[in-house]
């Protein structure tokens, strides 16, 4: 199976954005060659340039606090676990203490690094990074693995109360939907959301071995998906066939 998540506002299509880049970065940072931490660097300068927004930390903690309000509505209720609700909100008032701790932007203390910076104003120029522009980064591919990785370690560490809160907060956005089957005829399907509803996150799960790809759309009001197929010219044309999937709506 194939998932597919599609954000349905500005700020989970954030959250996921910086989701993607932290899962990426831990992969670079536990490999060994110079060339996978190259981009381990990269990758944080990326997570430092989607953390930039100003409004970024706030929305977080905002996040976290809301659903720490939710999950203190279920007490009391004979179905839910006590012990669960105190485990989850522990998380979530440590997430919140980690986060509110660090100071100005997400990746802040990091820019007062002026080796770090030297590397980031180049890593957008076409081959900026060789080792006749930078010698002494040049200089630091060439040292041992361990210390590459500690180094590493040392510059990713301010941003793990970022991603510690958004792996949270994104699984209890995607807990929150129930998978259902649906059939999208002659490859497209709509559905009306229902009035009232806000959702957040759109999943979709497609057989791998189907040769379509979907091209999904929503909003407040509806939902689209529109089933594709790669030809042998490259290009992607309108499916025909009916299309089973299965289609989550998170909130």
Known sequence: MILYEHPFNERIRTYLRLEHLFF???????????IDHHHALTT??????????????TDVLKDIEKQKHQLNGYRGNPVISEQVLDD???????????????????????????????I???????????????PAYHAWQHL?????????????????????????????????????????????YQQMLPQGRTFQLLRLRLDSRLPVIPEISCN?????????????DGRLHTSTGDTVFDLTLCN
Request: some cysteine; overall charge neutral; aromatic content about 4%.
């Open 144 to 188: 041992g693995v361990n210390v590459r990785q500690n180094d590493l370690q040392r510059w990713v560490s301010p941003l793990v109360p970022l991603a510690e809160s958004l792996r949270l907060l994104l699984q209890m956005v995607r807990d929150s939907g129930a998978p259902q089957k649906v059939i999208a005829p002659a490859g497209q």
């Open 88 to 118: 989850i909100t522990a998380q979530l008032d440590s997430c919140f203490a980690s986060l509110n701790e660090l100071p100005g932007k997400v990746g802040q203390s990091l820019t007062e690094n002026d080796w770090l910076m030297s």
């Open 220 to 232: 407040r009001l509806m939902v689209s998906v529109r089933f594709m197929s790669q030809e042998s």
């Open 24 to 34: 990426r970065l831990a992969e670079l940072v536990k490999r060994e060659s110079a």
């Open 120 to 134: 980031r104003s180049r890593v957008g120029i076409p081959g900026g990074t060789c080792e006749f522009d930078l």
């Open 44 to 57: 944080i300068f990326e997570i430092m340039d989607v953390g930039a927004r100003a409004d970024l930390k």
